[in-house]
């Protein structure tokens, strides 16, 4: 019996074993498929996200392609539009005497030679489409140089119709009338110039005006800049570059044209007119006219002696020299018909000379202040002596003032550009930088503005 119960226990031992394995079975089964189940969420969730990041995707993908096609259009709707601008000073460039001389077909000539030769300059850039030519100049006042310097005889309309000509040939090609004044194409010219520098159609600028001093400091705004330099090409004709630009050019492209536009400056006939560099004579106050005894001596006296009254019923304007009560009145000088004149300067000869050919700065030397600070093209340094300014006032007037419509109408007592020709009678008419208004009949001055 013992035997019995000694195998029986041995089984029962056995059967506890067993069912202990089988639930680690049950248990490790249990817990692979919470395991399987648990991976199961994340898959899904994974799924989800990439299902998300798959949709996002692809409209990412297909905005990204409807933008690339809107930019594609814009780019082709904007290549339809791209141009080269060509701006010619045609004062200070003037073309070929014999295509001038031919008249209308001489024009016709001018402008299909002058857009050959900028379509062959922009071999290299075929992203233009068009020309864009501007021709400015007073177109008076270079018809009659054109007559004084014997290309073209009195009373000959040949310009007249070399500009019909050259506006009929294409329609993209103007050459327009500035107005009366060599400043009045220069003004023309650098508006268009900035424009189209602005302007992102524009892919090139043609630039000619290289004879002229006067723009040296619109060029020189961009020197610094490769980008905008890229994009502007000087023209030569003939005639070299003047000194300012000269020192510059060597940071743009140049092109030569020189089989269109004139091999040099055009000049009329002397007439015993003093050179240009030779000071105007520093003229005696002149005597009393019959009509009256006023003069540029008691005139001007009576004006630098006006006294500001303690009231200040006297004052100068903004932005000219303060006038302390009791110093000096700013004030203007006028003849019978209202026209600015300039009474005769005191001056050393010897002054003039040293400052000859001195690229001298009058807003600094003459003001007292210079708006372009250390980028300015002229001399600062040291100030000049009371004396020295006197003989710097003598180069200023040589400029005509700027002052709208003419400068004879100018009220600016800080003005130290000249409001009539220095050279009077004697001047060269036709080749004169001043207007025909600011050759005066009359230079008695009969009455002074007093700036209030």
Known sequence: MSGIQGKLKGLEADWDICNKEDDRKKNLIKNLFAFIKEQENKIEEIESELLDKKTANKAY??????????IEALQ?????HLFAAVLIDGDCMPFKD???QEGMNGGR???SLLKQAVEEALKSNAAHRHVVIRVYSNVKGLAKTYKGADVLSEGSTSFDEFIRGFNMSDPMCDYIDSGNGKECADVKIKANFEHYL???HCVQIFFG?????????????HVEDETRCGRITLIEGGIPFARELEEIKDKF?????????RASKLEAPKRNVPPRNSPPPAAASPSPSPSTSVNYASVAETAQRAPVSPAGSTRAVAGSPKFATGSMVPTVLKNARGQRVDPPLKYEKQDYIDLRGRKMCNNFHLLGNCPYGDSCFHEHGKTLSAKQKQALRVFARQSPCKTVLSGVSCDDPDCYSGHQCPYGDRCDF?????TDEMHLEDTTPVKTLTVR
């Open 61 to 70: 993908h297909k905005e990204k392609n409807e933008a690339k096609a809107q």
């Open 76 to 80: 082709r709707e904007r290549d339809r």
């Open 98 to 100: 014999g295509l001038v």
């Open 109 to 111: 000539k001018a402008a």
């Open 198 to 200: 602005n302007d992102v």
């Open 209 to 221: 005006g290289t004879a002229d001093n006067g723009y040296a400091r619109l060029l020189g705004l």
């Open 253 to 261: 492209r140049i092109v030569n044209f020189e089989d269109i536009f």
């Open 430 to 434: 036709d080749n004169c930088r001043f």
